[in-house]
């Protein structure tokens, strides 16, 4: 897998990504196709949902992205928690594209063998904020993936983030900044909603 390091010198990059080269994050290292990001009318849809999500959440949380992959959105996310991972198989069997951003450096990265179809469809698009010396996920790196995966996204779906967690901080914090944010309608999403989700 062939990786690119971006940074504010490199001329022609989308423009998603340009504004996001920041002292934050000053290179995103991308594998893939960048065209993915071009298109300044497509919606990107940011994934989130916490470790822990109650089981009568799940299948409506299913619903929804395959609602999403069926209207050929793109989504982005870490892909990290559990319910991340089952919703990701949901979108590798659409053709619509898929950004991954791992919480870790790509640069010796191998693709997993779901994976290498769409890549090679160039539906698929692996971003990583890390350089080279980040080779294993902590939870600080998770953390700042996730800053950046709703930096990137225009809206987020939410499937579950309890009061209190990252997963719930970022979603409040993107409520602040104006960015639609969706969820399930459940009790056990009372807290986000009363955040702004809708």
């Known amino acids: 897998m062939q990786c690119r390091t971006i940074t504010k010198k490199d001329k022609q990059i989308p423009a998603r990504l340009e504004q996001l080269l920041t002292k934050d994050f ?38 929804h992205v395959t609602a999403l992959r069926d209207a050929g959105k793109t ?24 950004i991954i951003c791992p919480a870790r450096a790509i640069h010796n990265m191998r693709l997993s063998a779901d994976w290498k179809i769409p890549f090679a469809e160039k539906r698929l698009l692996i971003l990583s904020p890390f350089g080279k010396h980040h080779k294993r996920v902590t939870a600080k790196l998770a953390e700042q993936r996730n800053r ?31 960015k639609k ?18």
Do not use: W, Y
């Open 26 to 63: 000053p290179e995103i290292t991308a594998a893939g196709n960048l065209d993915i990001l071009a298109d300044n009318k497509q919606i990107i849809t940011g994934l989130f949902c916490s470790r822990n999500c109650p089981g009568n959440l799940i299948l409506p949380a299913f619903d």
């Open 181 to 198: 944010i969706v969820t399930i309608r459940d009790t056990n999403n009372q807290a986000l909603i009363e955040a702004g989700a809708v």
């Open 75 to 98: 989504v982005i996310s870490g892909f990290h928690s559990e319910m991340e991972q089952e919703c990701l198989k949901i979108l590798l069997r659409g053709t619509q594209p898929v």
């Open 148 to 178: 950046f995966v709703a930096a990137l996204a225009d809206e987020l779906f939410v499937a579950h983030a309890r009061s209190g967690t990252g997963t719930f901080n970022i979603a409040a914090n993107a409520v602040k900044t104006g």
